[in-house]
Antibody, heavy 116, light 109 residues
Framework: QVQLQESGPGLVKPSETLTLTCDVS?????????WGWIRQSPGRGLEWIGS???????YYNSSLQSRVTISRDTSKNQFSLKLRSVTAAETAVYYC?????????WGQGILVSVSS | EIVLTQSPGTLSLSPGERVTLSCRAS???????LGWYQQKPGQSPRLLIY???TRAPGIPDRFSGSGSGTDFTLTISRLEPEDFAVYYC??????????FGQGTKVEIK
């Protein structure tokens, strides 16, 4: 069974960088699929942030592209999100997931608050 | 950019009733690229249906999906108490982007 688990700080200051990691078990991230990040806030619903393919190629939401980096560490079977210059409006639950045309496995989510 | 619009925003229903949820795309979609999710409070979304009409593993057969082009539907044949939740449709583009609808809440009447 594929399992994903997000980790990282629950509080980030405005203008700083949000950094999260997703640990994957039960499947090698270099074997196939896309691996990505989705966030959810009351005002914005579910928003896809970006994904990294099993080849290492990355794809980003155009509205966030200038501030987002997704990377991976295949030796640890994990991938990470960096979102720079965050604002209070980016307070949300951040999920990692396995993506094909559909998202079949999700992490439990991590609430990240952006506040001074 | 293709936008997904779900309707209605909220449905108030009783257990045992039949439910039909709508997801309309602003442009035609491949039926292979449309999915549906269920989300309960405090939980991650759960994949119900992919490729318009294929149930994900472990999903009861009271859930079914249909549609083509710009109009897609999720049907719950008979509402169970555990089905009261928010439902989202989602599309994948061959430009490697994923987009969700705004959701439909199914609440107890």
């Amino acid at each position: 069974q594929v399992q994903l688990q997000e980790s990282g700080p629950g509080l980030v200051k405005p203008s700083e960088t949000l950094t999260l990691t997703c640990d994957v078990s039960g499947y090698s991230i270099s074997s196939g699929y896309y691996w990505g990040w989705i966030r959810q806030s009351p005002g914005r619903g579910l928003e896809w942030i970006g994904s990294i393919y099993n080849t290492g190629r990355t794809y980003y939401n155009s509205s966030l592209q200038s501030r987002v980096t997704i990377s991976r560490d295949t030796s640890k079977n994990q991938f990470s999100l960096k979102l720079r210059s965050v604002t209070a409006a980016e307070t949300a639950v951040y999920y990692c997931a396995r993506l094909g045309a559909a998202l079949d496995f999700w992490g439990q989510g991590i609430l990240v608050s952006v506040s001074s | 950019e293709i936008v997904l619009t779900q309707s209605p925003g909220t449905l108030s229903l009783s257990p045992g009733e039949r439910v039909t949820l709508s997801c309309r795309a602003s442009q035609s979609l491949s039926s292979s690229h449309l999915g549906w999710y269920q989300q309960k409070p405090g939980q991650s979304p759960r994949l119900l249906i992919y490729a318009t009409s294929t149930r994900a593993p472990g999903i009861p057969d009271r859930f079914s999906g249909s549609g083509s082009g710009t109009d897609f539907t999720l049907t719950i044949s008979r509402l169970e108490p555990e089905d009261f939740a928010v439902y989202y449709c989602q599309k994948y583009d061959t430009s490697h982007t994923w987009t969700f609808g705004q959701g439909t809440k199914v609440e107890i009447k």
